[in-house]
């Protein structure tokens, strides 16, 4: 049963693997918090606990039907947990997501069959299929599309902003989050480095889908006002990263990929988590209805806080190291030729900043600031979230910490370079002990100045804006929603923020437009009267005399 | 029990000696009509069941009615392929009949509908069996007849206005059969199909062949709703009672129009390149036609009906491909369809009687009050959506991957995106129907009766496991031995000639 030609236990594979179980375990903890008190628990643990064993599944396959199974089961059970939204919109966004995921799944099917045609073998591991025909380039295309929908990248994103705010937190933690970018990631992966040899147009589609995917799913997450939308963003933008390092086709660029896959998979959960805590609280994820939650919940925040500086990659945290290795990996491909790899570079730099502009304004508008009417009102459910729901979270941030300064000695060495089994050479000098004992210096003496500074001369008063109360006067708050407005009114931006509100860039929306003009046409034809309906059959049978006939 | 040829005409038998009974006595005997016919049902369905062990015990077997010999006798012919599809039928007549005890209450003259419902399922046991060309003729009428009538049960306006399209475009169909029939049989002085498969061999297919293929295609093709042919469907398939859009939808357009067009044009005429692109064509085109349409609608049993046009495209597809995955994917998607179409029909009934209406946008939130009837119909849809591991997932594939074998990539694609339709209506309905809030008009809602919910159960069962099919001990037995009989092809005739 578990012999080599169904299922195979490589170093890739056990990585992946592992951190799909570490990550099941800490969101049925979390959810023990979260989903208290909610309608239809065994169903959902159960859930759960088939998703994990479905993607573990998925991962250990090597037999290309099974991994299908496997595959085609998460997204099934994907829409079921959904379904445990309490949202008005939710079954519509279950709807949604099961279609593009779906989608995807049926194009797999088509890729599995051209790939059968093509090898002659099911068996992952003895497929190698060189770029060089038509059909092995549909192969590959059917099958990443599997890949990107699950993972996130564009086009196929538009689902999981949706679910991320549609479906309750750890369902949004844990799947478009966390295991499918694993999973995604991790097909990509095989694909691309072991079942088809890749050719230089393959990777910078690759790359430029990577690019294009970081830049354009941030300026959207900019612009969002509810926090797990604006999230929900971000793990595409994010997706993009990964998608350019396994596309720069190099150790380096490829390493980095995977290690930000699993950077990304920590934080993202981490910031959902939060999310979550903050929205079971106040009972709201609008960005309008947030703010100065700091206080109250000190350890969602810290979680919070960690985890935005690690998406944004800031060191000395995790987020930096792997996207620090894609940016080698980009800098890497300029010696095989072309100058494009100045714009990936540029495009991953650019989405980096403004990650950090949309998470400066993210934990302004929910954590720090003022708390807005609605908040200040329900003072009384205002408490740190439970134990089982704080523990994860810490959990995941400590990781964002550890990964980051000790990205050489643990992850990397443990799990990553194992996994690419080739050599990595490191660019450029970069030591994060020393960068994470500096900064911890910086802080140090920053704390001390602060201490020092309040001990000699201050006094606490109420907060004011030029001499007024804040709260006696609610338009004088600034809830940070309204940090990056003035980018929509950019030119270009201007018009593309319009299509975008119009869901012009949806292919879901665009597609199911398309199909519904079919059917108004051909329900135009079916206008239910005998004669026309027979005159068709007797049509329908003179063409058929005609063609076998003549 | 001795298992002899001696049990292929009690397929016939059994549930024309129903019919008789119940419309001699089930005016007076209350309870007579629904016992005989669930009866009926469950001795057809084990009956068929045996008749697979006994394939596999001791080959085709033949039955000459009234000791008549060959091949001027008419004979009944058990092989492969008609094993298959007894089981197919009178496994799902016998759910339905089930079903039909508590859903037919509602209707006045019970009786007259299990008379018709036997009768109609003796027709299309009888098509199944028969080895012999004007017989089938005469079975398909019986079915085809008892159906119009079945239609029309409801005697609206609707249910008489459905009715008499069908009838009319059906009784076209059939007149163009039965002069495909008769110029056959003036060509080969034979009614017999293995004789006239031999005869046809000897003389060679000239163009009266391909006169009589047009002939048929255009017939039976009526008869299994492709594309340009179905337009009675829609109509005729959501007018009848659920019991009977079942049936309709998930046998006997398969017994009448598929299983006909494959035994004739595999069995007794031969295959050409030209007709099989033919095939492959137009399977397509109801694939995608049906597929489009059915995304549109917001009658749900009107969706369901267009669906069945989109998924017999599937299996002519596979037909039309010809190779032994393509037969084999078609065969088993057939088998898979005829499970959850009726299902999803009987779903649509317990829909209806529970809340009087068909219209997607008057429901809502119905899982909350009739768990059992969305359970099931959430494992319907996924398996027609083709959702792994459900039973439609490996029809689907198994159809994918033969057009990719075949080199026919077109063909595949296509198939492919009718797979995404067919995902969406079905996530449409489960939207519409049974997420989401309940809505005030049906908060007094109550899940089905007890028969309904037993016979939804078994055939949910069907869907979930259905992959078992293709184990190599079961494969072996049921699906492959009735793809072999359609590859045979050509040398259909020589093993009955031999024996």
């Known amino acids: ?550 | 029990m001795m298992l002899s040829e001696q049990i292929i005409p009690l397929f016939v038998v059994i549930p024309l000696a129903g019919a008789f009974l119940i419309s001699l006595l089930g005016k007076k005997v209350k309870l007579l009509p629904d016992m005989l016919g669930v009866l009926a049902g469950l001795i057809l369905c084990i009956l068929s069941i045996l008749s697979v062990r006994l394939y596999n015990a001791s080959g085709a077997l033949t039955y000459s009615v009234g000791a008549w010999r060959s091949p001027i006798g008419i004979e009944m012919v058990l092989d492969g392929l008609s094993v298959f599809m007894l089981v197919t039928v009178n496994l799902v007549a016998f759910c339905i009949a089930l079903y039909a005890v508590n859903y037919m209450e509602k209707f006045t003259a019970k009786w007259k509908f299990y008379t018709l419902f036997l009768l109609m399922l003796a027709g299309m046991n009888g098509v199944v069996i028969t080895g012999d060309m004007f017989n089938l003729f005469v079975f398909l009428e019986i079915a085809a007849v008892a159906s119009y009538a079945l239609v029309a049960f409801g005697t609206e306006r609707q249910e008489l206005e459905a009715a008499f399209k069908y009838a009319v475009m059906g009784t076209v169909g059939s007149s163009f059969i039965l002069l495909g029939i008769v110029m056959l049989y003036s060509y080969t002085s034979t009614l017999n199909m293995a004789d006239m498969n031999s005869v046809l061999l000897q003389k060679g297919a000239g163009s009266l062949i391909l006169f009589v293929s047009v002939l048929f295609l255009m017939g039976f093709g009526l008869k299994a709703a492709l594309v340009p042919f179905h337009a009675w469907l829609p109509d005729a398939h959501p007018s009848a009672p659920a019991p009977i859009s079942a049936m309709l939808s998930g046998v006997l357009i398969k017994a009448l129009g598929v299983y006909a067009l494959a035994r004739i044009f595999y069995n007794v005429l031969g295959v050409s390149e030209q007709l099989s692109s033919i095939l492959l064509f137009l399977g397509t085109l109801s694939m995608v036609v049906g597929g489009i349409l059915a995304l549109g609608q917001w009658d749900f049993k009107r969706l369901l009906a267009y669906s069945s046009i989109s998924q017999v495209g599937y299996i002519i597809l596979g037909l039309g491909l010809g190779t032994p995955l393509g037969i084999l994917g078609a065969l088993f998607h057939l088998f898979n369809h005829s499970v959850f179409k009726s299902l999803l029909f009987l779903n649509s009934g317990a829909v209806e009687y529970a809340t009087d209406t068909r219209d997607l946008r008057k429901m809502g939130g119905l899982s909350q009050k009739m768990p059992l009837t969305s359970t099931t119909n959430f494992l319907a849809s996924m398996s027609i959506a083709g959702i792994p591991p459900f039973s439609g997932f490996w029809s689907k594939l198994l159809i994918i991957v033969a057009a990719c074998r075949a080199e026919k990539f077109g063909y595949a694609f296509w198939a492919v995106l009718v797979s995404i339709l067919t995902l969406a209506m079905y996530l449409k309905v489960i939207k519409f129907a049974f997420l989401g809030s309940l809505k005030d008009s049906l908060t007094r809602v109550k899940e089905v009766p007890l028969f309904m919910k037993l016979s939804m159960a078994m055939l949910a069962l069907i869907c979930l496991v259905g992959g078992v099919l293709l184990l190599p001990n079961l494969y072996g037995a049921f699906l492959q031995k009735a793809s072999q009989i359609l590859l045979l092809g050509a040398e259909y005739g020589a093993i009955f000639i031999k024996g």
């Open chain 1, 1 to 550: 049963m578990f012999s080599e030609q169904f299922f195979r236990f490589d170093n890739l594979a056990n990585f992946v693997g592992i951190f799909v179980v570490i990550f099941s375990l800490l969101i049925i903890l979390y959810s023990l918090g979260f989903m208290r008190k909610s309608k239809g628990l065994i169903g959902y643990y159960l859930y759960i606990i088939l998703t994990l064993l479905a993607s573990l599944g998925a991962v250990f396959s090597n037999n290309l039907i099974l991994f299908m199974v496997f595959w085609g089961i998460l997204g099934l059970l994907l829409y079921l947990l959904i379904g445990f939204g309490q949202k008005e919109r939710t079954p519509a966004t279950a709807k949604k997501t099961f279609i593009i995921i779906g989608a995807a799944d049926a194009l797999m099917i088509l890729g599995l069959a051209l790939l059968w045609q093509l090898s002659g073998t099911l068996q992952m591991d003895k497929i190698s299929i060189a770029l060089n025909e038509k059909l092995a380039v549909w192969a590959y295309l059917c099958l990443a599309v599997g890949a990107f929908a699950k993972a996130g990248a564009m086009p196929v994103h538009t689902w999981i902003p949706d679910t991320a705010e549609d479906a309750p937190a750890p369902v949004s933690a844990y799947l478009p989050a966390s295991l499918d970018k694993l999973l995604g990631i991790y097909f990509l992966t095989r694909l691309s480095l072991e079942m088809f040899v890749m050719n230089r147009a393959m990777n910078t589609f690759l790359m430029a889908l990577g690019s294009f995917t970081i830049v354009a799913a941030v300026m959207m997450a900019l612009i969002q006002h509810d926090l797990k939308r604006l999230l929900g963003y971000h793990a595409v933008s994010q997706v993009g990263y990964m998608v350019l390092g396994i596309g720069t086709a190099n150790p380096v660029g490829i390493a980095g990929g995977l290690f930000h896959m699993l950077n990304n998979a920590i934080y993202k959960s981490c910031l959902f988590m939060s999310g979550g805590a903050v929205e079971k609280k106040t009972g709201s994820s609008d960005l309008d209805q947030l703010g100065g939650l700091a206080k109250v919940m000190p350890v969602s925040f810290g979680a919070f806080l960690l985890a935005s500086l690690a998406i944004s990659g800031v060191p000395p945290f995790n987020g930096f190291v792997s996207k620090w290795m894609v940016y080698q990996g980009v800098i890497e491909t300029a010696k095989s030729g072309g100058n494009l790899w100045i714009i990936w570079l540029v495009a991953a730099l650019f989405g980096s900043a403004l990650t950090l502009a949309s998470f400066m304004k993210l934990v302004h508008a929910v954590f720090l600031g003022q708390p807005s009417q609605q908040s200040t009102e329900n003072r009384v459910q205002r408490t740190e979230a439970a134990p089982s729901m704080l523990i994860p979270q810490v959990v995941l941030a400590g990781l964002c910490v550890v990964f980051g300064v000790f990205a050489y000695r643990l992850p990397l060495a443990k799990f990553i370079l194992p996994s690419i089994g080739q050599g990595v050479a490191f660019a450029g000098i970069w030591n994060p002990n020393l960068a994470a004992a500096l900064i911890l210096v910086g802080i140090i003496i920053g704390i001390l100045i602060y201490l020092l500074g309040t001990i000699t001369a201050s006094r606490e008063t109420e907060i004011f804006v030029g001499g007024e109360l804040v709260r006696e006067h609610p338009q004088m708050r600034l809830s940070g929603t309204g940090f990056y407005d003035t980018i929509q009114q950019l030119g270009l931006l201007k018009a593309a923020y319009a299509l975008a509100k119009r869901k012009v860039f949806d292919l879901y929306d665009v597609c199911s437009k398309i199909t519904f003009g079919f059917v108004r046409i051909l329900r135009y034809l079916h206008n239910g009267v005998l004669p026309t309906y027979l005159s068709w059959c007797l049509l329908g049978m003179g063409i058929l005399f005609y063609i076998l006939l003549r």
